[in-house]
Nanobody, 115 residues
């Protein structure tokens, strides 16, 4: 059974940093990443990373967020610096199977940035 478990969310002030972690299990994963969603809005890409470390970022987070992964531990981490109030959202861990390309989501974790 595939599971994605997020941790590290919370409440911070603008300009501060926060690190999100996702522990994945149950299969070998290809692309992993983070999406976020505000109430009433579509889920949007934050950042993704391939098994060999190629990364992709939303324009709104480039230069502030850094995604990394540990293939041996099946974890993906999002380091978020210089947080802004507009980064307030529920963040979802995402993973795509490496052999069977099914898509998986975590349960979501709240990040709140106060201005």
């Amino acid at each position: 059974q595939v599971q994605l478990v997020e941790s590290g969310g919370g409440l911070v002030q603008a300009g501060e940093s926060l690190t999100l972690s996702c522990a994945a299990s149950g299969t070998i994963f290809g692309i992993m990443g983070w999406y976020r969603q505000a109430p009433g809005k579509q889920r949007e890409l934050v950042a993704t990373i391939t098994r060999i470390g190629n990364t992709n970022y939303a324009d709104s987070v480039k230069g502030r967020f850094t995604i990394s992964r540990d293939n041996a531990k099946n974890t993906v981490t999002l380091q978020m610096n210089s947080l802004k109030s507009e980064d307030t959202d529920v963040y979802f861990c995402y993973a795509k199977g490496y052999i069977r390309t099914d898509e998986y989501w975590g349960q979501g974790i709240q990040v709140t940035v106060s201005s």
